[in-house]
């Protein structure tokens, strides 16, 4: 079922905040979000004052008794802050909606500093931040956005350790008094009619006549490299991860169904040719998968990922083998089948239902379009074959500069094989994780 988001979406507005509906048939519960275009790009301390509201009290109540007050409601919140965007969502049941949002908008706005949850907060990041950089995984994943990106990327761009340090309550809670006034989406599914919603989240909710200003997001753009390189993080263990990395063209909503089969033929899945060719047939790889990777929002650039895992003294040769295919598109027509065969069967399978519909709209609309784009997918991928896929993979991938990202152990391989590939630059924990 594809999604009409005109039919499936209903619209009014709250003062100057635009409210998206859907009604909930099923059962007596609801939720809400405010949705504020304000995020961690804005202001790098939202995740900090959002993490920190759940530890606080409103100066009247302790935080254990406002959780109880929630909880009493069959009712709860959480404020979930992204690099572009945040989200505020309260849910529970209908019967109790106007006695939760009433307790937490005067939780929020009342919300009171206290020193000691901070201090005790500052010492639990601390300790998450310890553990995250002896985590291969989280290692590898900045290393990735350290290529897309450079020195000054997403994945880096946080609170550093002095600024945590230096940070205090009221800081946080003056940030998080002021969220509502902020220009911000209202998001409602639940049993009330619209009419109903609109009339009484009005009494609860106050629309400020103009929205506070926020600072400029910072921005950061991929980049493409002019020839190929290496980054290397030594990590001590027996195997090698080594992500390709290759920053493409910016978002074209014409090449949607083509990626979309491109993806699942290449290296999608256990079926598709970078699994069967490394893993099954050579026996170089533990993991292994490539994908062409979408941006989230419409000027933005594809990145072109790989990705193999092996022992170390394998991974010259796992090496070879991803670059042969990343360079020469081999044609087997079985698999292109299946893999044209699964989207498909994916797509018709698919649901988006309930507040989800929302939410995929507004993906949708950072896109620049304004339909369900599946329907298009599903119509067109049916009609593609290995030539549409192998013209793809010739202008997009097959002779491009890729950085690769190495993740290993310093005695396991040897850096002047790597330093055939390109110029090779180590970077320490503190570059990668910005703290």
């Not at 959780?67 to 505020?88: G, H, M, P, V, W």
């Not at 797509?347 to 507004?362: C, G, K, P, W």
Request: aromatic share 12%.
């Amino acid at each position: 079922k594809w999604i009409d988001y005109n039919k499936e979406i209903s619209r009014s507005k709250i003062g100057e905040a635009p409210v998206l509906y859907v009604q909930n048939k099923d059962n007596e519960l609801f939720r809400l979000h405010y949705r504020f275009d304000v995020g961690n790009f804005n202001n790098k301390y939202l995740s900090l004052a959002a993490n920190y509201l759940q530890y606080i009290g409103d100066g009247k109540n302790s935080a254990e008794e406002i959780t109880k007050q929630f909880y009493n409601l069959a009712c709860s919140f959480r404020i979930d802050a992204r690099t572009e965007y945040t989200t505020i969502t309260l849910s529970g049941l209908q019967e109790n909606f106007d006695k939760a949002v009433a307790l937490f908008e005067n939780f929020i706005r009342k919300c009171a500093p206290d020193e000691k949850a901070l201090e005790n907060l500052k010492l639990r990041i601390a300790k998450t931040r310890s553990d995250a950089k002896l985590n291969k995984t989280n290692i590898a994943r900045g290393l990735t956005t350290y290529a897309m990106y450079g020195e000054k990327n997403p994945f880096n761009y946080t609170v550093t350790t002095d600024e945590l340090k230096g940070v205090t309550a009221s800081q946080l809670t003056d940030l998080l008094h002021g969220m509502f006034r902020w220009k911000h989406s209202i998001i409602y599914y639940g049993p009330k009619t619209l009419p109903a919603f609109v009339a009484g989240l009005k009494k609860l909710h106050t629309i400020p006549a103009t929205f506070t200003p926020v600072p400029d997001a910072i921005k950061f753009e991929k980049k493409v490299p002019e020839k190929s390189n290496v980054l290397f993080t030594p990590y001590d263990m027996v195997q090698s991860e080594v992500t390709w990395v290759g920053n493409s063209m910016v978002y074209d909503p014409s090449k949607l169904s083509v990626v979309e089969l491109f993806n699942s033929y290449f290296g999608g899945d256990m079926g598709s040719v970078v699994f069967q060719t490394i893993r099954e047939s050579k026996a170089l790889a533990y993991s292994t998968y490539a994908f062409y990777y979408a941006p989230d929002k419409k000027n933005a650039r594809y990145s072109m990922l790989a990705y193999v895992g092996s022992q170390a003294d394998k991974m010259n040769d796992a090496l070879a083998a991803m670059n042969d295919l990343l360079k020469q598109l081999p044609k087997t027509e079985k698999v292109l089948d299946a893999a044209r065969e699964n989207i498909r069967k994916n797509l018709a399978s698919e649901r988006i239902t309930q507040d989800d519909i929302v939410f995929n709209y507004l993906a949708t609309q950072r896109l620049g379009l304004n339909t369900d784009y599946r329907k298009d997918i599903y119509e067109k991928v049916k009609s593609l074959t290995f030539d549409d896929i192998k013209k793809f993979h010739s202008e997009y991938i097959s002779g491009q500069n890729f950085t690769y990202c190495v993740v290993a152990s310093r005695d396991k391989i040897n850096l002047d094989d790597l330093k055939k590939i390109g110029e090779v630059k180590e970077l320490t924990l503190d570059e990668i994780f910005g703290y």
